[in-house]
């Protein structure tokens, strides 16, 4: 299962981005795909989730009514629409699916893709 994040760069303070995953490789199922971001210096955490079958969504506290996850299962992409960007927001940003099962195997991983900058100026 690979993903690929494309979308960050450079933007100002108040500014949208929208980030998106594409995933490819053999057919899975997986608990949930996510994104999360590692500012500099700080430790990995989580943004938001979507459930697998689709409908349930997950956001930290810090970016609630600011981002917006969301899937295009024709083209296999899980989007993060970010508005209202703020410094802080300034990080590497991942997305994965967490607790992926490939068809035909017995075991579940999590995948990462490779992540995006993203850098947000005042």
């Known amino acids: 299962v690979q993903l690929q994040a494309y979308g960050g760069g450079l933007v100002q303070a108040g500014d949208s981005l929208t980030l998106a995953c594409v995933i490819s490789g053999p057919t899975f199922s997986a608990h949930t795909l996510d994104w999360f971001r590692e500012a500099p210096g700080q430790e990995r955490e989580f943004v938001a989730a979507?459930?697998?079958?689709?409908?349930?969504?997950k956001y930290a506290d810090f970016v609630k009514g600011r981002f917006t996850i969301y899937r295009d299962d024709a083209k296999n992409t899980v989007f993060l629409q970010m508005n209202n960007l703020k410094v802080e927001d300034t990080a590497v940003y991942y997305c994965?699916?967490?607790?992926?099962?490939?068809?035909?195997?017995?075991?579940?991983?999590?995948?990462w893709g490779q992540g995006t900058h993203v850098t947000v100026s005042s």
């Open positions: 994965a699916a967490r607790g992926a099962t490939v068809l035909g195997a017995n075991r579940a991983f999590d995948y």
């Open positions: 979507t459930g697998w079958s689709g409908g349930n969504t």
